[in-house]
């Protein structure tokens, strides 16, 4: 059984910071992509950040040299550093680890980009 955990969302001003972090638990030892997804309300899940296990990235462009992804292996920990955040940037944020594919989903964090 696998259990996605993620923590560090909150309420921030715009120009903000925040980082997000996800620890994934259970019977697997190695994920191979994780990420971090987004929902804000009426719109669909969108991808903000992806990484491979070797740590290859990629971004939505909206995000783009303002958040960084990167991972721990070891720890099973999946990180998003927010910047420069925006009120756009308000959504409910999920971790996602893929192995054997399949895709796991963390249970989400709100994350509120106050103007």
């Known amino acids: 059984q696998v259990q996605l955990v993620e923590s560090g969302g909150g309420l921030v001003q715009a120009g903000g910071s925040l980082r997000l972090s996800c620890t994934a638990s259970?019977?697997?030892?190695?994920?191979?992509?994780m990420g971090w997804y987004r929902q804000a309300p009426g719109k669909q899940r969108e991808l903000v950040a992806g990484i491979t296990f070797r740590g290859s990235t990629n971004y939505v462009d909206s995000v783009k040299g303002r958040f960084t992804i990167s991972r721990d292996n070891f720890k099973n920990t999946v990180y998003l550093e927010m910047n420069s955040l925006k009120p756009e940037d308000t959504a409910v944020y999920y971790c996602?680890?893929?192995?054997?594919?399949?895709?796991?989903w963390g249970q989400g964090t709100q994350v509120t980009v106050s103007s």
């Open positions: 996602s680890a893929d192995f054997a594919s399949i895709r796991y």
């Open positions: 259970g019977s697997i030892f190695r994920f191979n992509d």
